[in-house]
């Protein structure tokens, strides 16, 4: 098809805009040789953890790619490698988007204190730090839509397995390597945001309960140990982590509704035309060019930012950058659409709005994130009710801090969930189930400029750890804490988009599912079944299993980090009179070691859980457990990143001096320091592992899904019995 | 029938032996004049605000039966008095045994005081204690089987509405009948948990923020203006409430599988002989039949600790009382059913194990009930790893006592799902949908029993706060403690049982609640239906809400209890040093108002979120509302729980010397009391509740479904359309 041009021409435009960035920002100086030298420490400590971690990725993706191929061949009794093959695919665009990404970050940050220092002005500095995180964003949006291209040429045109004429017989195995795939850019996902989500939290939770509670010695204060490990942190986990995260929902979003189409295709093929065949070819490629147009529209909304003059409102420009490349994809979406699907046979499609239909739907997405993002705004932002309450709390203690953050999580599910619903009913009634699927494209369509905005953000924070540690002009300090109050908002905001997005992927998925198993095509989930109601409990259970074993284990490392940092400070009084140097690489060690260790558990849950109870209980109890587990993810997500970003914002606010009487260093303060340390895994570890866990679950029981109705337990005993 | 009196007998026996135990304990002394003194200001405090209380609900009840009258009169074209009469009904009964029993508790409290003074014997205290405590549960048990007499006595025999007969046209008025009265008692309930659980942690958190974490001064000491509160709170709170909560679940328990054999009833009417009609007889009186079993089991239960020698080993007496009950409930179980059912026709009940078929299903709920109690004083009791974890945290800060709080908290809820789910499964394979209803009927069976034991713990608690202030001999404070800490254990295990029981019935009303409209009785509840899964995750959202707005409401009052001590400290400096007496008035006053105030609104989001939606969206959409909440209550009641109980056990654990080198008043203790103080709310006023929240959900759905299905905006709208 021609339209796969558009795709290679889309990601090509932004890989080039990205490398473009990337070599602009290297090109820049680092300042003076402490700020060099601090830089240097931040990128090798980063670097030896991304490599460690891959050299695991590498080996748990290796053993997958083998049981895959195995599996398969063994399903089909042929040698089947192509689904091994589009895993590693899609394993390699996402750890190579991570990969890139944290590169250029560790070399951004310093480059922003050096421009601040240089120019003392707000405009310039934010250019950097927003070249610098564009490179993540764009190759996120780049390298996700360069595999799916690239899964279509090989698997889909090379081998025929997209063939129309074909299509009942192969089309199983082309929507098995799209699951290969997107499975392949969430298990780096799941791995990049749990490991640098413990590394940097134990860090931070280690700095912090040491540094600021006990020493009383500022953030980023270089004589407190564990500081360099809190700046690594941010690179490994809120830029690896968070790139690799929306590639994944970005992957996911696209795969399921292609897989779906696919799935609609085979079935209205063996039904024997319910659906207009050259419909259905449309409908199958759609999701590609709708992607492609969000990805320019991206592109045009960051070069914007950084091609226009300068001024000193951050948060308009990045706002600017976001809401230009939404509102760019809209339109752009009306015209291609209008032609893509102008004059095509809608029978039983559910379109019931005519060839614009998907594109409403799209759009239905695209308003219903923007809408959630504000939701989150309102919740987490210190000009609102919410988190000024939790700051006038504080006054009153740590206990009452703590409480009224989680009223203030729990309270906030509501309004996000209702706009969901809303957006699930009426993209269904206006496309059926795949108007579903392209909402959740619409909602990440422009993820490239949602996640250049959010890296910009830890960008900005490591920038004024640098200034802090390098002991800069205090204005330095100033600036890029401006700039990372901000990032701090918009981080909220993305992480809105990722988890309606993640919902909706994930229900999408289920009806893909719920194909794969039921030839019929009756898509029956019937909660009146007692085994679908026992998989939807013990779906719900999950996500709270993961996010305590989570909790624990950032508490766990961060608790070897609070002993380390107080062993240093004892053994080596002179680091607090800052005779002593302390020693960072002790505690650099601590969180990489951390990281590495407590990640394996809970990734191996989201894969083997499902996995076990499909061949033990069978499909319609997965099927239930998939629902509960999407359902309960959803709440804990929301619940936990507004409540944690509620927290972060309510005690900026009292050192802002928003409660009278109270400053930094009051007890209030610290009283809100708590709520932040409570916060902080909630808000960056737990809440964006949720959305990759449903995924995760959702894609491994869909390529098992045939196995599972024809191998297990509780079949080969009731037919034993009957 | 000649059943009936069956019923009638245990009731009785039930009631009798409650009224022997009130005269027994009121029968004994006082102790001085100051012990005399406080208690009446306790007793005083609490029967002013439950006259209150009363009275708002009388005025709510009154509308509500009114209403009904009018709709119900209105929908079927003739006066419809009866489910009015129903509901006023139940909440009578549900308000005697609130009342009765909280009476006692403010008359043993003091009892228990003077007994432990006088003979400072662990054994003879637990007895008054205990015995005052089998007041509340007795009644429980007595006054709900009294009403469910009543309900059959004159609207089923009197008024003919369960004749045989003609019960496909007067069915669905018995039903409506048994829904009106269990929504009566689920009224009662959720103002009496709401209002006391808002009342006693303002009341507690009040108090120690200022009166540990400030003045350092123990619990309960006089000095504290707000401790009258805090012992009143016990009284309103965790004595009344926790009654009120749990006889509303038992009679959701059994009215849900008697309304759910009446709808087979119908149903196989209509259906022409589906079932056998004396077997579809006997299956609606046989969960009142079971229910007697139970409650003789549970007054052989309690008679047997009451009367037999005394021991020193509170723990093992309270466990024996349970465990005693429990198991005769399961062997007179076997007895009974056996001659019950034997011999009848099992065709189409899908009861596939025979006669014995609902009797072990019964037997799979006191199972299942029993192992989530001892999975919950897993998590909680001190004696085993997590709450230890959490005391060791400690020593680390308040941030990471509440963090590990919330992750062992989270992880908790696996085990019992697990449980749950097998439950489920087990149940109906045995017995059909009827086999779910009977195993929450078990699960709950012997609740006179545990609701003795758990309403034991509150009167402890209020002895030592009796003793305390009274300034008695340090050993009775030390025996009161005791007595207090097992209750904690207990209440743990109490909270299992309520909520494992509350999701099955709430679970086996859905099916009443879908028979209800659909009259075809295909029971499909498809969750790919983009209306049902829109309304299953709006559902979930509402106990997050729900939840959010309690704590809020607690906190709100807490702030204002911190403010009124502080107030006192300052301006009448001589409170401290023991010359001046606090103002114990004003303290009671905030905490009455804060809880008048901020109980209705969570109370009448219950009733009016399902209205309101099942009007907007029609019946499906509701459908998707309940399990969504079902399913999001049951884990959010887990996790509060859990991690509550497991807070104020570390705190206990540090108390008692468990941390080697942290002890009261150290920094780790100090932490342990943020945890306990974050976890007040959480483990009292929001657990507790939310099962009522989804049961009353359940119930007014199931009372308006019908009108759903006639009466909805979406279906006007899409009749308006098409």
Chains 1, 2 share one sequence.
């Not at 996402?94 to 970050?105: F, N, R």
């Not at 990045?318 to 994809?329: D, G, K, Q, R």
């Not at 960072?584 to 951390?594: L, M, V």
Request: proline content about 3%; aromatic content about 10%; overall charge negative.
């Amino acid at each position: 098809m021609v339209i796969m041009f558009v795709v290679l021409a889309a990601a090509a435009i932004a890989l080039g805009y990205a490398l473009f960035n990337y070599k602009s920002v290297k090109g820049m100086d680092e300042g003076n040789a402490r700020m060099s030298e601090i830089a240097a420490a931040i990128r090798e400590g980063a670097n030896a953890f991304i490599n460690y971690e891959y050299r695991i990725i590498f080996i748990v993706a290796g053993i997958v790619a083998v049981v895959f191929g195995i599996i398969f061949s063994f399903e089909e009794g042929t040698f089947r490698w192509e689904p091994s093959a589009a895993f590693v695919l899609g394993t390699s665009m996402s750890a190579l988007a991570g990969y890139i990404g944290m590169k250029i970050a560790t070399y951004a940050n310093v480059r922003v204190s050096n421009t601040a220092r240089l120019t003392l002005k707000i405009g310039s500095t934010l250019k950097v730090a927003l070249k610098g995180g564009s490179v993540m964003g764009l190759c996120v949006g780049g390298f996700a839509l360069l595999g799916l291209f690239l899964v279509y040429v090989i698997f889909g045109f090379g081998m025929g397995y997209l063939n129309m004429d074909s299509i009942e017989t192969t089309g199983s195995i082309f929507t098995q390597c799209l699951s290969c795939y997107a499975l392949g850019c969430s298990i780096v996902a799941m791995f990049n945001r749990v490991g640098g989500g413990i590394y940097t939290k134990a860090a931070d939770m280690g700095a912090d309960l040491v540094g600021k509670t006990e020493a009383h010695i500022p953030e980023d204060d270089p004589r407190n140990p564990a500081t360099i490990a809190d700046n690594v942190g941010d690179n490994v986990g809120d830029v690896a982590g968070l790139g690799s995260d929306l590639l994944e929902s970005y992957v996911g979003a696209i795969t399921s509704s292609i897989i779906l189409a696919v799935s609609l295709f085979m079935h209205a093929s063996i039904e024997s035309g319910l659906i207009a065949k050259d419909m259905l070819e449309k409908m199958v490629f759609y999701p590609l060019v709708f992607a492609s147009i969000g990805l320019v529209a991206s592109v045009i909304g960051i070069a914007y930012v950084l091609f226009k003059k300068e001024s000193d409102n951050p948060h308009r420009d990045l706002n600017m950058s976001t809401w230009a490349a939404a509102a760019i994809t809209v339109i752009g979406g009306f015209i291609i659409t209008g032609s893509f699907f102008k004059g095509a046979d809608f029978t039983g499609t559910g379109f019931s709005l005519g060839y614009l239909s998907p594109w409403i739907a799209a759009s239905i997405g695209v308003v219903s994130g923007v809408v959630i993002g504000a939701i989150a705004e309102y919740y987490t932002s210190d000009a609102y009710a919410p988190t000024r309450k939790i700051a006038h709390a504080s006054v009153d203690g740590p206990a009452l801090t703590v409480t009224e953050g989680l009223a203030t999580g729990m309270i906030s599910c509501m309004a996000p969930l209702i706009v969901l619903g809303i957006a699930i009913y009426a993209s269904y009634a206006v496309s059926g189930m795949y108007g579903l699927a392209m909402a959740a494209i619409g909602m990440l369509s422009f993820v490239s400029a949602t996640v250049s905005v959010d890296t910009y953000g830890p960008i900005s924070d490591n920038a004024g750890g640098i200034a802090e540690m390098s002991r800069l002009d205090p204005e330095v300090r100033h600036i890029t804490d401006k700039l990372d109050s901000v990032g701090n908002t918009t981080a909220a905001i993305g992480k809105g988009f990722a988890i309606g997005s993640a919902s909706l992927a994930a229900l999408s998925l289920m009806v893909s599912y719920l194909y794969a198993f039921s030839p019929s095509g009756s898509l029956d989930l019937n909660f009146t079944d007692p085994l679908i109601l026992a998989g939807a409990l013990v779906g719900a259970a999950l996500p709270y299993l993961f996010s305590g074993m989570l909790i624990e284990a950032v508490s766990k490392a961060a608790q070897k980090m609070v002993e380390e940092v107080r062993r240093q400070f004892r053994e080596m009084p002179g680091i607090l009179t800052g005779q002593d140097k302390p020693d960072y690489k002790t505690c650099i060690t601590i969180s990489s070691q951390g990281a590495i260790k407590e990640m394996k558990t809970p990734a191996l849950i989201s894969i083997l859980f499902p996995l076990v109870s499909g061949f033990l209980f069978g499909p319609y109890f997965v099927g239930g457990l998939l629902i509960g587990a999407t359902v309960s993810a959803i709440m804990l997500a929301i619940f936990t990143g507004n409540a944690g970003g509620a927290w972060d914002n309510a005690k900026k606010y009292i050192e802002a001096g928003g409660v009278e009487g109270h400053f930094k260093g009051s007890a209030a303060h610290d009283a809100a320091v708590v709520g932040d340390t409570v916060g902080d895994p909630l808000k960056d570890t737990v809440g964006p592992s949720l959305d990759i866990l449903i995924k995760i679950m959702s894609t491994v029981s869909l390529i098992a899904a045939v196995l599972f109705s024809q191998y297990n337990l509780l079949g080969w005993i009731s037919t034993l019995i009957h």
